[in-house]
């Protein structure tokens, strides 16, 4: 199909001519996307019809495990929601507010088909008669029915609650009403992220005079300058992304920009402008305990949590007071430290308030340890840091990474690069793209354009049984906001964006590791509170010695990085760490707060907040700020009523390094059984049923404490 004489929509055809048939970047024009997800839509509704019009008994093979030869519309939306989020402009903007209520209208019309849903309850109970499946898999009201793996059963399980969790059981006005429910917050997560992106995008912080820029680091000052000259601006521009505002906050001596820079940032989307996001946070609270509400749960945790390792807000409840408990002193004493040093060099009149906590923060860290950033800087260039990153993942798994120009990328920032396992087979295609820019949301995350599936390949003399199965491969991509180049220096990382790396690289080894025959239980298609396991398990390896050697060379002198700077690192490590866990403690306080409501919320959303997190806030919060509305994991993320999965991940990834330290680090052995019982498996198994294979028993808290220094071993 064309858009025009000379233009063929290359999203029309599923096989791009690509290396791996990789999305053809360099070749999808903007007017490509509407056409070719609206003959998805008609593809997709004629798949659905073959299903439930097939005159044949309804059984697994032809109900449940169907697929498509083509599945156009995850091809199509994947590229483009995932363009969205990391290059995007006001057109892609408009669009997806075009595209968002007919796709979600599309899966309401799939997800309450009562005639498809009769059949996977056919076939659900021919397995379950209508209860949990048992050790055994095989029919109990069909004995010719065949066997189903353990995968098989979690498909056959997922797919028959995803409909009574949709809704498909409900009365037609009550359908109808999950219908609106559904399409209004489509509209109002895409709008809350899009306001948090315009206007941080918005704001600028314009300096001229130099003597502004006291205390800043030359790599600061730099980017900075480099960031003016970019917009044409005289002097230095300061944003709030992380590379640029992370620095200021540290190091800028001029308290007065430091307030005005946090004032900026923890503002967003609360004032009085067409970006606030104040009703946009009631609407979407409001709309999701009304949805749980009518499909009988008492708040939307108790709807989310059923699908969790959690299983409930009084587990996490749990899991928080014990982090409370913990951590909550240690962290006052911690800020008791801060405040004392502020006093000492400023007065005893001196107040810390919130944009003085990293300055300051930083200054008893250098008195305490002499250990900075900046100092590690010129060791952390990017390339190297990549290297290293992927030379962990072949002294683990044995696998290896080679670029591929070959393979279209969506910007000239992005890189492709092939993965290659040990043997020498085809693995997965990663994308690279490290660098902020104006079209891309802040933050990192980790995202796929294709998911790992094994089917039959079908060709004219083989099909069925006969065809052989092919194991298809995934495209993974890792998008970040690091530290960019400059004309005069290399993207020279800091520690903590070297972290991030790993953190995000983990989640990207789970989806390239993925080998599962199903696609929706493929690599992070697992339960929310076990999806960060492997991601902040490879944040481990940032302080190892045996990793830092590997990569951590002088970007001028190829000098490595001083043992006794790593010693440094090593030693700091735990340098506020309680101040950190109680932080997020009360992010996950503030998600459950919102999400355990069984009223309406009407209230003044910044009043909330405040009383929902208060026995957490460690520093006075200043008036006006607000962080709710920008806090897309719980809003327009998959985090609502779910933010605490990352201290619940973090006490099993605790427990899961402590094995990999008993057996050394690097042992090719445990990083084995971790890639065969976690990483491959997806979500083919209930979490805990992977993590105690792997881990011989269930995690406990103290190895994270541990870790921590709260307890000593």
């Known amino acids: 199909m064309q858009n025009s004489e000379s233009h063929i929509n290359p999203l029309f055809n599923k096989d791009y001519g690509t290396p791996h048939n990789t999305p053809p970047f360099d070749r999808i024009l903007f007017e490509d996307y509407e056409p070719a997800i609206m003959e998805a839509l ?3 509704n004629a798949f659905i019809d073959r299903i439930v019009s ?9 109900t449940i495990a169907i697929t498509t030869p083509d599945d156009m519309l995850e091809r199509v939306t994947k590229v483009f929601f995932n363009l969205l989020s990391a290059n995007t402009n006001d057109e892609m903007d408009a669009l997806a507010q075009k595209l968002s209520p007919i796709l979600t209208e599309h899966a309401n019309n799939i997800m309450f088909n009562r005639a498809y849903f009769e059949r996977v309850e056919a076939v659900y109970k021919q397995y379950a008669d209508g209860s949990a499946f048992g050790v055994a898999a095989t029919s109990s009201s069909n004995p010719s029915a065949r066997e189903l793996t353990p995968e098989e059963q979690m498909l056959l399980k997922n797919a028959y609650e995803g409909f009574l969790r949709a809704g498909v059981a409900l009365p037609d006005d009550e359908q109808q009403h999950l219908r609106e429910i559904n399409n209004k917050l489509g509209l109002l997560t895409l709008q809350f992220s899009q306001n948090n992106l315009k206007e941080t995008n918005a704001y600028e912080l314009r300096i001229t005079d130099e003597a502004q820029l006291a205390g800043l680091t030359p790599t600061s000052r730099e980017a900075a300058a480099n960031a003016a000259k970019e917009h044409g601006y005289e002097g230095w521009l300061f944003t709030l992304h992380a590379p640029s505002y992370g620095p200021f906050m540290t190091y800028a001596d001029n308290r007065e920009l430091r307030r005005q820079l946090y004032m900026a940032k923890n503002t967003l989307c609360i004032k009085d402008n067409e970006y606030n996001n104040e009703e946009i946070v009631r609407q979407i609270v409001n709309l999701r305990l009304e949805r749980a509400n009518i499909l009988g749960f008492k708040t939307y945790a108790d709807y989310v949590l059923v699908h969790r390792m959690a299983e409930s807000k009084e587990r996490v409840y749990e899991l928080l007071d014990q982090l409370l408990n913990a951590y909550l002193e240690p962290a006052r004493k911690e800020i008791a430290e801060i405040e004392a040093l502020a006093r000492r060099l400023e007065g005893d009149d001196f107040k810390v308030e919130p944009w003085d906590f990293s300055y300051y923060g930083h200054k008893l860290k250098m008195e305490r340890f002499n250990i900075d950033a900046e100092m590690l800087r010129p060791y952390l260039e990017l390339s190297r840091v990549r290297e290293g990153v992927f030379g962990l993942a072949t002294r683990l ?12 990328v969506y910007h000239p920032d992005v890189e492709a690069y092939e993965v290659i396992d040990k043997d020498g087979s085809f693995l997965a295609v990663l994308f690279t793209d490290f660098f902020p820019r104006e079209g891309k949301q802040s933050g990192a995350w980790m ?3 294709k998911e790992q599936w094994i089917g039959r390949e079908e060709t004219e003399e083989l099909k069925g049984e006969k065809a052989p199965l092919k194991n298809s491969r995934p495209h993974v991509s890792l998008v970040m906001n690091f530290t ?11 520690l903590g964006e070297v972290e991030t790396f790993l953190h995000e690289f983990g989640h990207a080894l789970h989806g390239i590791f993925a080998n599962t025959r199903y696609s929706s239980l493929s690599g992070t298609n697992v339960y929310w509170d076990f999806v960060e396991l492997p991601s902040q398990l490879m944040e ?14 002088h970007y001028q002198t190829g000098e490595p990085l001083p043992q006794e700077l790593i010693q440094r690192i090593i030693d700091s490590r735990n340098f506020n760490v309680a101040y950190a866990c109680v932080r997020q403690v009360s992010f996950a306080l503030l998600d459950m707060a919102y999400y355990t409501r069984t009223e309406p919320l009407t209230e003044d959303v910044p009043t909330f907040e405040r009383e929902a997190w208060h026995k957490a806030i460690l520093i006075p919060e200043v008036p006006g700020t607000c962080m709710s509305v920008q806090f897309s994991h719980i809003m327009s993320g998959g985090y609502a009523a779910g933010y605490y999965s990352y201290k619940w991940a973090e006490v099993l990834d605790a427990d899961a390094f402590a094995l990999f330290k008993q057996a050394g680090i690097f042992d090719r052995a445990t990083a084995q059984r971790f890639r065969d019982e976690i990483l491959s498996r997806g979500g083919t198994e209930h979490p805990m049923t992977l993590y105690r294979r792997f881990r011989g028993g269930e995690p406990t808290i103290n190895a994270l404490l541990e870790r921590n220094g709260i307890i000593k071993k």
Do not use: W
């Open 484 to 494: 960019k180049p400059t004309p005069t220096k290399p993207a020279l990382l800091t």
């Open 54 to 62: 097939n005159p044949e008994p309804p059984t697994f093979d032809n």
């Open 397 to 408: 798994y044995g696998i290896t990474f080679k670029r591929n120009t070959d393979i279209p």
């Open 447 to 449: 995202t796929s354009f």
């Open 42 to 44: 008609k593809l997709d």
């Open 540 to 553: 481990n390896f940032a302080v190892e010695p045996g990793f830092l050697d590997t990569f951590a060379l």
